[in-house]
């Protein structure tokens, strides 16, 4: 399996409820709107019926989408052994040389989240730190150029603060 292929349980879980949530409501309120604006007549100059197709459209490839995806990613659980270095799931805490500190979530493409430093498991940061362990140095090959990061900290549940 490849890795970008790879969720976490939280990861899959918040796709399926965005999927039940498309089908099981968004996608029969979006029809019913087309189905009466189709009646009013003339489609042609009818922006209720045009808007509310392709808005229709546009959901149904999202739920072609998260279906393929989720049928296609596998499900990464945290386990005992994984403790004490850095793999999938993991939230990390680094510093570099000039004390800037910064912590992140390594998880699978899907759920990349830039607001909450959920990095993807295929990105230069992630790939670097895989196996590593506290007070390990990181070096990250970035678009900017060499990165050095020192691990702090690492755990499979969120930080607090």
């Not at 072609?64 to 004490?84: C, F, H, N, P």
Request: proline fraction near 2%; glycine fraction near 4%; hydrophobic fraction near 40%.
């Amino acid at each position: 399996m490849s890795r970008s292929n790879l969720i976490t349980r939280e990861g899959w879980q918040a796709l399926d409820a965005e999927l039940k949530f498309l089908w099981r409501e968004e996608r029969p309120r979006v029809t019913k709107v087309v189905t009466w604006a189709a009646q009013l007549g003339d489609r042609s100059e009818n922006a209720d019926y045009k808007e509310n197709k392709r808005l229709l459209r546009s959901l149904d490839r999202r739920i072609r989408y998260l279906m393929k995806r989720l049928d296609q990613t596998q499900i990464v659980d945290y386990a005992i052994s994984q403790e004490g270095r850095v793999y999938f799931g993991a939230y990390v805490a680094l510093e570099n040389e000039m004390a800037e500190s910064l912590q992140c979530r390594i998880v699978g493409v899907d759920e990349i989240d830039l607001k909450n430093n959920f990095i993807s498991i295929v990105s230069p940061m992630a790939m670097a730190m895989i196996g590593k362990q506290v007070d390990d140095e990181v070096v990250v090959q970035a678009p900017k150029g060499e990165q050095i990061w020192y691990i702090n900290k690492i755990q499979y549940h969120p930080f607090t603060e």
